[in-house]
């Protein structure tokens, strides 16, 4: 609420409607604002229930006068209710939405060592476009680099299943995946996902195939590996060599649920990520902690060139 201009309240339900928590501006007491709050509130929760149950997320604006309410659930615990007046574009709301709705399911998980931080990346993924998106369906080819065990595959099986998997067995080669993201009624992603094998010697031969026709690219560190910075220079050379051509990277600092292991600092991180004019974010594909933002920011930045 407070990161983002023209919000008047939030308030934080279960999916029966049962309200967990709520806050308001300062200014947002007044009859008319809670007046409206109260007649719309239990109207569109019914409406919810009607239209999303069983869905696991799901995002949705209605305006109604001069405000609007908007609606979205990461989750089967929660519905994030975000009131806002119309100056607030549906981007902002969306981007920042859906990452606070997927840390509310998280904390209801009992998960622990949760960032309460707003990741810098998301700043500036919600001022994309000025909240203007083109329409239709674009395809995206996304590859993931870095060193083997870092947890591409991981991440990408959080994403497009929202599952994970203890055990652990070593990409040879590329994975490839597929997922289809909506981010509007008439704005549609194809991702096609290349987890690009760790091994850079081996593989060195049959990079140019993996990364041709790439237009975003990850370079996923292990942030409780402490010669992990090395790579990305490796990385990030590989990526302009093979794919010719200027793309959208971002750093991912995966792993960042092993609090107790992590010696990779965000200084660190920032430093060189600000050298190469990248954006970075943290993640945990254990706990699915910012990883669909991830995928969301490559989204936005991608219908930024269009």
Not at 34 to 51: F, M, W
Not at 138 to 150: A, R, S
Request: glycine share 8%; charged share 25%.
């Amino acid at each position: 609420m407070n990161n983002v201009e023209g919000i008047i309240s939030v308030i934080i339900s279960d999916r029966e409607g049962l309200i967990i928590t709520s806050e308001s501006r300062g200014d947002a007491g007044d009859e008319s604002v809670l007046g409206a709050i109260a007649a719309t509130v239990d109207s569109y929760i019914d409406r919810i229930k009607g239209e999303f149950t069983g869905e696991t997320t799901f995002f949705n604006i209605t305006t109604i006068g001069e405000k609007k309410f908007a609606y979205c659930s990461m989750g089967l615990m929660a519905i994030l209710l975000t009131i806002s007046d119309l100056s607030t574009s549906d981007t902002e709301l969306r981007v920042f939405s859906e990452h606070i709705a997927g840390k509310i399911e998280l904390l209801l998980e009992g998960n622990e060592n949760v960032s309460l931080e707003i990741p810098a990346l998301l700043r500036v993924l919600a001022k994309s476009k000025d909240g203007k998106i083109p329409t239709g369906e674009f395809p995206i080819k996304l590859i993931l680099t870095g060193d083997y065990k870092v947890g591409k595959t991981s991440l990408i099986n959080r994403f497009v299943e929202n599952s994970f998997g203890e055990s652990y067995q070593s990409t040879i080669g590329v994975e490839i995946s597929q997922k289809k993201l909506n981010l509007s009624e008439d704005t549609k992603i194809d991702f096609v996902i290349w987890a690009i094998g760790g091994q850079i010697i081996q593989m060195a031969p049959y990079r140019k195939r993996f990364f041709g026709g790439a237009n975003s690219a990850f370079i996923v560190l292990d942030r409780t590996r402490s010669n992990a910075l090395k790579s990305i220079e490796i990385w990030h050379n590989e990526i302009k060599k093979q794919v010719g051509k200027k793309i959208n990277i971002i750093l991912v600092g995966n792993k960042s649920d092993l609090v107790e292991d992590i010696v990779i600092s965000e200084e660190e991180i920032k430093e060189i990520a600000d050298q190469n004019g990248f954006n970075y974010i943290f993640t945990s594909a254990k706990t699915g902690e910012n990883v669909q933002d991830s995928f969301l920011y490559m989204a936005y930045k991608f219908l930024e060139s269009v």
